[in-house]
């Protein structure tokens, strides 16, 4: 294998910023590195919410196909969008460290009310694509209005700022990274035990071809075997459930200093079904997934 990688990405900032963090843990380790933007059918549907593009792996899919053909060598995925089943010729080779997997509510000054819940004044218009985050919305207050809201980070912001909503629900991760000056805004981090993020949300995914034994290698030099036992039994619950991006579900493990692995879960098999929540703790990940879904899925 040449000493030359070429890392495969979205064009979005946060995106890049994802591909330029990677190249510059690989350039530690020796190597040359050059950086690939290829569009996706996620990126090029922005006038859609997420529910009503056909398939899985919208965001992912057109990387994919480059690294089967080999135009490039790895690709670099926020984890919570790669679906739970991919081509059985590529394997995720590798995961970052893990930013704050929380959600952060974002408000309009106009619409701060410091006496109720999540902060927000009757009948605020919360700006969110996301099944999941609606569910969790609409379970603490009936009253919000939830606004379809689609574009990059700093698009969505500026959308906040524009008025098309009184406030938006992104990722602590994506905002950290790109270290947005948020100063104008009202920012109320959610607990992420309280409201659950996506399973793998904040750890980035560096996916490879199957039979590329040395990338696989290589991506092994840079991984985080931890952060991938506690993402492994969230996306499991993912997959048991046989979900995507569009299923209202929330999954969020850690393990304590006593290794014990707590489980926070959110879970409705669609929006128009009551949420139902379910925490457990154990001392091992053995059946931990399974134990979780029973639970979930009783009537």
């Keep these: 294998m040449s000493n030359h ?23 530690k380790i020796g190597y040359e590195v050059h950086i690939q933007v290829i569009s996706t059918r996620g990126d090029q549907l922005q006038h859609l919410s997420f529910d009503k593009i056909e398939g899985k792996g919208f965001f992912t899919q057109e990387l994919e196909d480059s690294l089967i053909s080999e135009k490039i060598d790895l690709a670099v995925h926020s984890m919570k969008d790669l679906p739970t089943e991919m081509d059985p010729r590529l394997v995720i080779g590798g995961l970052s460290q893990r930013e704050d997997p929380a959600d952060w509510l974002l408000i309009s000054p106009s619409s701060f009310d410091e006496t109720k819940t999540l902060k927000l004044k009757e009948g605020s218009r919360v700006g969110t694509s996301s099944n999941r985050r609606k569910a969790q919305l609409l379970h603490l207050r009936r009253d919000l209005h939830l606004v379809d809201l689609r574009g990059n980070v700093p698009t969505r912001v500026n959308k906040l700022r524009e008025g098309k909503a009184d406030a938006i629900v992104l990722a602590a991760a994506g905002l950290t990274r790109l270290d947005l000056d948020l100063g104008d805004l009202h920012v109320i981090r959610l607990n992420p035990r309280e409201f659950v993020p996506a399973p793998a949300q904040g750890i980035l995914a560096y996916q490879v071809k199957k039979d590329r034994v040395e990338m696989r290698n290589l991506v092994q030099q840079i991984h985080h075997r931890e952060v991938a036992i506690l993402s492994n039994v969230e996306r499991k619950i993912l997959k048991l459930l046989e979900g995507g991006c569009h299923l209202p579900l929330g999954a969020y493990c850690v393990k304590d200093q006593m290794n014990y692995f707590h489980v926070w879960t959110a879970y409705a098999p669609s929006l128009d079904h009551e949420l139902k929540f379910y925490n457990i703790s154990l001392s091992t990940v053995d059946g931990l997934a399974e134990s979780v879904v029973e639970q979930l899925t009783k009537s």
């Design 5 to 27: 990688i070429t890392i495969g990405t979205r064009g979005s900032k946060l995106a890049l910023w994802q591909a330029h963090f990677v190249k510059s843990e690989l350039q």
